[in-house]
């Protein structure tokens, strides 16, 4: 992975991708001049988050989404839009429950916890199951940061629910759309893409054809 990390963009989308994580990087230095603790840690994390695409190599259109949808959901609780704009959670949630909970099943099968070919409908389940999973924790996370951090978190019963949901709906779409999302990888085992990768490591003494 740290050889894919440090590979250098050759192509348009691989450039766009970088260009991403510099903003992020940006970004972190520029709300830590004009805002608090809270928010600095946010923009901590969405720099943390599209850093990991650049570890898996992955497609460079899903990894332009994913640091776009990252850093988007950072600067809406930032510039405090959850509250102002009404339904802008759900869609915030939809797409970033969906981008993160592909990224963990590409991990799970890079590792192989979780087959990189067929069982798609296991995959679908596996991804609706990350999105739901990180769905919770992030409400935890909120209910922590209302009680221990910063009461202007906000945090109800009906907005659990519709963020649980929308999380859910968001990774639906996104173990759907899995097969697009992990082609076209760029970390490379023995010149075979992302998803061989990991069946190699699961078995690493098998015969190697084609």
């Avoid at 994390?45 to 497609?59: I, K, Q, T, Y």
């Avoid at 009404?86 to 991990?107: Q, S, Y």
């Avoid at 906000?154 to 097969?179: E, F, I, N």
Wanted: charged letters at 15%; aromatic letters at 8%; a negative charge.
């Amino acid at each position: 992975m740290i050889d894919t990390f440090v590979q250098r963009p050759t192509r348009p989308m691989e450039w766009a991708a970088d260009a991403v994580r510099a903003l992020a990087a940006l970004s972190v230095v520029v709300v830590g001049i004009g805002w608090g603790f809270v928010e600095i840690a946010v923009l901590m994390l969405a720099l943390a988050a599209v850093l990991v695409p650049r570890f898996l190599g992955v497609r460079a259109g899903f990894d332009v989404m994913v640091g776009v949808t990252v850093l988007v959901a950072a600067w809406s609780s930032v510039f405090e839009l959850y509250t102002r704009v009404d339904g802008w959670d759900i869609v915030v949630h939809v797409a970033l429950n969906g981008v993160l909970a592909a990224l963990a099943v590409i991990v799970a099968q890079l590792v192989g916890f979780l087959p990189s070919h067929g069982h798609r409908a296991g995959l679908i389940v596996s991804t609706v199951a990350v999105g739901l999973a990180t769905g919770v924790l992030w409400e935890i996370g909120e209910w922590w940061g209302h009680n221990i951090v910063d009461d202007a978190i906000y945090v109800g019963y009906d907005d659990t629910l519709g963020d649980l949901v929308s999380g859910g709906a968001g990774a639906l779409v996104a173990g759907l759309a899995l097969p697009f999302l992990t082609a076209r990888s760029r970390l490379r085992t023995a010149d075979r893409p992302l998803g061989d990768a990991a069946s190699t490591t699961r078995h690493p003494g098998a015969s190697v054809s084609g």
